[in-house]
């Protein structure tokens, strides 16, 4: 059987980087790698006796970083995560480059603001740009030339060290140093002016937008791989241990299997186990995605991170550290991500075949006006063409659409983590929702009762109660009338039902004696007085206003919806029905959901998932496209590819519309970049481009790639006309809920 190793891989800045270290790994014997661009880890199945250290080392003479990931770390979860160094680094470079390159640039393009010397100013101000902001383009681009590869870091290497070396040729040995200096504009490259022309703001201005681009991008990576992370944040932190009668304070990670410990009502029960000791309702949504709190007593399993809602509990640990269910979601969430290929990107796509034949070009075009007989026009024109090929647009094609059009999502309560993502809202097919908190709200409320009496007298009763349903029929009669009347001996029964005294009768709140009345789509409770039944309350976990329009908005996508729950089959399907949905799964345990996800994909299914627990993470992981209610917990909201802020479905239908123009608007930028290249360069070696209009033009092209991202803006989203109305809940006798 293979051992895996799971890397952490540093220095990678493109999908071609990946590409690289899985070939260098896979040429190790007996290892079978696959490196993940997103999430920046390398996975390896390895058999004979290849060690850690051994692929350690074939990633770094690769040209990049690799440690091996400590597969648990719970001891760790209360401490802060270091900052990340790279991109506080990489916003130090951006920030220092755009501020440096700005007046180069204005001092090149306005005639205008050229003093006697602006041109040595020009080149105080350049220098550090090129070679402190650009040093990880010209890193990367040695480390390509050394392995006979490359990318766009080769790309703006080459084009920003070109026109700078050239700059300072002519500034030092060439006419470019006269006081008084200034920029021509001739539209073609005239015998006799190569001495004489800087190019300083295209190597400034180059380096400062592609690292601008770079570091959105990267900002918006490194949040691929925080889902392991939040996952073991949710458990417990501490936990009341007995020890020799007492209660002793101690961390999770100091619990070992038989310890007893006490879990007091709103607290998380620190690791799995079995109750030795009360009685209590255990809300265990976060895990398994079901509204209704379960009823434990002495000899019932609990789990770790879920909530005590009621009474004391003595639980005996049964599992600790690795081996607990929430650990084990852990791994299925890591190993979900870690399955996921990376997106190849379109513009490093393009680079790999442009960069070579932009060289081969620009030396042609060296070559042929030289053999002409004038090394000026020779070199203006082979500086030239590598200005004109620098990728600025290019470079800023696909982040500035994705700031401006996640900007906007944001606004409308939806975070898109990467431009990876939107590839996927293009393809998607099918898409799966969870149906708790959802579809549904997620809390119990009351659907029907017998009338005002029963409702009054129910409400009473259970407001000195913190049992959620409870707690429901509290709120319900607390809304239809007001205050309460006190209630007096009150007393309850874990599993069976409360009891107390109400203006003088005694009001008994419990399950009927007949089971649940005929309904399978609600929790129902017997109300009687003095001992005789009055009625009854049902309680239910109810569909969300906005549910059944959004499900009619996904199939006008082309979008085909399915429903997946741990519920029961009639709840399941009531709700499917209410909300316009056909195909329906139900009563799936939370472990069980990869599983679906992965039949959906093998039978030729684009999926996305749509869901808020922990129990949807590694489904949302798994899916094409996933989408977190960030009404949910943590760990779902880490491991989505998109992130709804409001729990409104409609906002999904949103999220994918907006991905999708936000896509469109990616590959007009990258048209249009990629065109501008192919159409300058032939000009440029010619000689019908001079590197100063080269400059202008590149310029222009970034404006043009702005203001086409710009139009983002004027996205109108569905959920804010929201209002067309759905099915409602439904209520009964003669009360109102």
């Not at 766009?152 to 006081?179: E, R």
Request: hydrophobic share 50%; glycine share 10%.
């Amino acid at each position: 059987m293979a051992n895996i190793i799971d890397l952490d891989i540093s220095g990678m800045t493109c999908s071609s980087c990946a590409a690289r270290i899985e070939k260098k790994l896979n040429r190790v014997e007996g290892a079978d790698a696959t490196v993940n661009f997103a999430t920046e880890r390398a996975r390896v199945a390895v058999d004979g006796e290849v060690s850690t250290d051994d692929l350690v080392a074939v990633v770094e003479r690769t040209g990049y970083g690799a440690a091996p990931i400590r597969p648990e770390r719970p001891e760790t979860a209360e401490q802060p995560e270091p900052e990340d160094a790279e991109l506080s680094g990489l916003r130090r470079r951006t920030i220092g480059s755009l501020a440096l390159a700005a007046p180069v640039i204005a001092l090149a393009m306005v005639p205008a603001l050229q003093f006697e010397y602006w041109q040595w100013l020009s080149l105080t101000l350049a220098a550090p740009v090129v070679a402190w902001g650009g040093w990880p383009f010209h890193r990367v681009a040695a480390i390509n030339l050394r392995h006979g590869a490359a990318n766009m870091d080769t790309l703006v290497s080459m084009g920003t060290l070109a026109a700078f070396l050239w700059s300072v040729w002519a500034l030092f040995l060439g006419d470019a140093g006269t006081p008084g200096l200034t920029h021509p504009f001739s539209l073609t490259a005239e015998r006799g002016e190569a001495a004489a022309n800087i190019y300083l703001e295209a190597a400034a201005g180059v380096t400062a937008f592609v690292l601008l681009g770079r570091y959105l991008e990267h900002r918006s990576k490194r949040q691929a791989g925080n889902a392991l992370r939040a996952l073991m944040e949710m458990g417990a932190k501490d936990v009341a241990v007995l020890r020799d009668g007492r209660e002793v304070r101690v961390p999770v990670s100091d619990l070992a299997v038989g310890d007893r410990f006490v879990v007091r009502p709103g607290e998380k029960i620190a690791t799995d186990g079995t109750v030795a000791d009360g009685a209590s309702a255990v809300d265990e949504s976060m895990l398994t995605g079901e509204s209704v709190p379960i009823e434990v007593a002495e000899g019932d399993t609990v789990t770790g991170a879920t909530v005590n809602a009621s009474g004391r509990l003595v639980v005996r640990a049964t599992r600790v550290g690795g081996d607990t269910q929430l650990s084990q979601m852990a791994r299925m969430v890591e190993d979900a991500q870690a399955s996921k290929a990376a997106v190849q990107r379109l513009a490093d796509r393009i680079s790999a075949v442009f960069v070579p034949i932009v060289v081969l070009i620009a030396a042609g075009a060296l070559a042929a006006w030289a053999a002409a007989g004038d090394l000026g026009p020779a070199v203006t024109a082979a500086v030239a063409v590598l200005v004109i090929a620098c990728p600025c647009a290019l470079g800023l094609a696909t982040p500035m659409a994705l700031m401006i059009g996640t900007s906007r999502a944001a606004k409308e309560g939806i975070l898109i983590a990467g431009p990876e993502i939107l590839e996927s809202t293009r393809r998607i097919d099918t898409v799966v929702l969870d149906k708790t908190g959802t579809v549904t709200s997620g809390e119990m409320s009351v659907v029907d009762h017998s009338g005002d009496e029963t409702l009054r007298y129910a409400g009473a009763v259970e407001d000195a109660s913190e049992h959620p349903i409870a707690r429901a029929i509290a709120a319900a009669a607390r809304a239809r009338f007001g205050d309460l009347p006190d209630v007096a001996d009150f007393a309850g029964r874990p599993g069976v039902g409360v009891t107390g005294r109400v203006e003088g009768r005694t009001v008994t709140v419990g399950r009927p004696a007949g089971g649940n009345g005929g309904r399978d789509t609600a929790t129902v409770v017997e109300v009687a007085v003095d001992g005789e039944p009055i009625g009854t309350v049902a309680v239910a976990d109810t569909v969300k206003p906005g549910s059944a329009r959004a499900v009619a908005e996904l199939r006008r996508l082309g979008l085909t919806p399915v429903l997946l729950t741990g519920d029961a089959a009639p709840v399941a399907e009531s709700v499917a029905a209410e909300v316009g949905i056909e195909q329906v799964i139900a009563e799936v345990m939370p472990e069980d959901k990869l599983d679906h996800i992965a039949r959906l994909q093998a039978d030729g299914k684009v999926v996305a998932m749509v869901g808020d627990g922990v129990n949807d993470a590694a489904a949302l992981a798994a899916a094409d496209l996933g989408i977190a209610m960030g009404t949910g917990t943590d760990v779902a909201i880490a491991a989505g590819d998109m992130t709804l802020v409001r729990g409104d479905l409609l906002v999904a239908v949103d999220a994918i519309r907006l991905a999708r123009r936000t896509l469109r608007t990616i590959r007009q930028n990258l048209g249009w970049a990629f065109g501008y290249n192919v159409a300058a360069i032939p000009l440029a070696s010619l000689g019908l481009l001079n590197p100063m209009i080269a400059g202008l033009a590149m310029a222009f092209s970034s404006v043009s790639v702005v203001a086409n991202s710009q139009r983002l803006r004027s996205f109108k989203a569905e959920a804010a006309t929201a209002g067309v109305p759905v099915k409602g809940v439904h209520s009964g006798g003669s009360g109102a809920k």
